[in-house]
């Protein structure tokens, strides 16, 4: 594997699964395979989980790991050709990426959607750079559209804790104060509708996602309905995907609060575990009560983030 975007990059998903289970069972037996080689976990945007459990994944493998945060002791970087560099950029990325890459043997690269142009955004501009210049396996750990590192986590999650073989999840847009990327979304709908599930999408008018990463799934602007009967509830706030909005896109274009998902919610479902990747604003997306209940995974979902790297490390390392 020299690219993992897409849920198509790992294959078999079933086989992909039970490599993470396998994994789960023991994260250290495969030391041999990272040594002496070195992960470079590049971030131009701030994280938590990501940092964290993606450097822990490249130790289980007994990898060396260099974190660079690029807005944090690194030269400025300028991105786009063409311009005559008398600001306060000192290096061009097309320098950059290609010196980064050889200090290391992968490069994990989180990179934002900018909201200054969709196309860009979703050409993926940034992480194409690094596919194309860096000579060196790149994987996704957040870009301008997908999240597929936590997409993978939540689809081991969800198999950890499914009462039934095809299980109705649903992912639910909720309210924010800023404007968020689609990422999250998008990914967790391109691998949910790989996945054996009845999948639901709900989210008021103007923020429909991408079709290219709804793909299947039903679309419903009801969200109690929406929720009847869900075994998996997804909560995450996006801002507008400019799809039926072009104008809008990157726009916060509604904050209600009746979108939050409190216990009135919950009762309408099958007793559904709630999920959220984190960070989450407590109650904006979800009330205290439900993020504290019995039925919220959000830390047994944070942590198979350190199960979904090793998996995708792993595979990237066999593959070099
Ligand atoms: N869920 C997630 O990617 O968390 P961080 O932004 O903290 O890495």
Redesign the pocket.
């Known amino acids: 594997m020299r690219v993992f975007q897409n849920v198509e990059d790992l294959g078999d998903l079933k086989a992909a699964l039970r490599e993470a289970f396998e994994v789960k069972k023991n994260r250290f037996q495969y030391q041999e395979l990272g040594r002496s080689k070195t992960a470079l976990l590049i971030f131009f945007n701030?994280?938590?989980?990501?940092?964290l459990s993606t450097q822990k994944a490249a130790m289980n493998l007994g990898m060396n790991v260099i974190v660079l945060d690029v807005n944090q002791g690194a030269w400025k970087l300028e991105t786009e050709r063409g311009v005559i560099m008398d600001g306060d950029k000192s290096e061009h990325l097309l320098e950059a990426i290609p010196v980064m890459g050889c200090y290391c043997d992968l490069i994990g690269v989180r990179s934002f959607a900018t909201f200054e142009s969709r196309k860009d955004d979703y050409e993926e501009k940034i992480l194409n750079q690094f596919i194309r210049y860096s000579g060196k396996p790149v994987f996704f750990m957040?870009s301008a559209t997908v999240?597929p590192l936590?997409s993978f986590a939540d689809l081991i999650t969800i198999e950890e804790y499914k009462r039934t073989a095809r299980p109705k999840v649903v992912l639910s847009w909720a309210p924010h104060p800023k404007a968020l990327p689609q990422a999250v979304p998008n990914s967790f709908a391109q691998w949910m509708n790989a996945a054996d599930v009845d999948f639901v999408v709900t989210h008021p008018e103007g923020y429909e996602l991408d079709p290219r990463f709804v793909g299947d799934a039903r679309v419903e602007y009801d969200q109690l309905k929406a929720f009847e009967g869900a075994d998996f509830i997804y909560a995450k706030n996006w801002s507008c995907p400019g799809v039926t909005r072009p104008a809008d896109y990157g726009k916060v274009l509604n904050k209600d609060m009746s979108w939050t998902v409190d216990a009135a919610h919950m009762a309408v479902t099958n007793n559904a575990f709630f999920m959220h990747?984190?960070?989450v604003r407590r109650n904006m997306i979800v009330t205290d009560d439900v993020i504290e209940s019995p039925q919220s995974l959000v830390i047994p979902e944070?942590a198979n983030?350190e199960i979904s790297a090793t998996v995708v490390l792993k595979r990237m390392l066999e593959a070099l």
């Open positions: 701030n994280s938590l989980r990501t940092r957040e999240h936590q990747c984190l960070p944070a983030r």
